[in-house]
């Protein structure tokens, strides 16, 4: 009898151990997403010069870095669906949207060489499905 109680105490002391255990990861995936986000979306509110573009830009390939983030066969990151970060650009002279890795590949010197100064606006923003992380963000010149 005392067998049956002990292993009986032991197997709830186990599943309230692993429920903590699983609420803990979820509140430091939550806590991370909202830090993650919070990162990208100051520049998001408010005009931003091309030296904070190419700052964000920057970012987010190295983001994409980081997580592993897969390529197509045109060099563009693809969508995870979960961690992956996309950032357009459109230029008042061009109806074109460029995309990060191609402002990448010209480099940061030539970007802030011929946009330190202009001002863009954050004029969409999405978010990965799964986790609420930021997924897309496309800036305009004003």
Do not use: W
């Amino acid at each position: 009898m005392k067998k049956l109680l002990i292993i009986l105490i032991l197997l709830i002391v186990a599943i309230i151990a692993v429920v903590a255990y699983q609420y803990n990861s979820y509140k430091i995936k939550l806590a991370e997403t909202k830090k993650i986000n919070k990162e990208y979306e100051s520049f998001t509110e408010n005009e931003i010069l091309g030296t904070s573009l190419i700052t964000l830009i920057n970012k987010a390939i190295n983001s994409n870095e980081k997580s592993n983030i897969l390529k197509d066969d045109k060099g563009l990151y693809k969508d995870n669906e979960t961690t992956s970060i996309k950032i357009q650009v459109k230029f008042k002279e061009s109806d074109n949207i460029f995309s990060m890795e191609s402002i990448g590949k010209i480099g940061s010197e030539q970007f802030i060489k011929n946009y330190a100064t202009v001002s863009f606006k954050c004029t969409q923003k999405t978010y990965h499905e799964k986790t609420n992380n930021i997924k897309y963000l496309l800036f305009e010149q004003i």
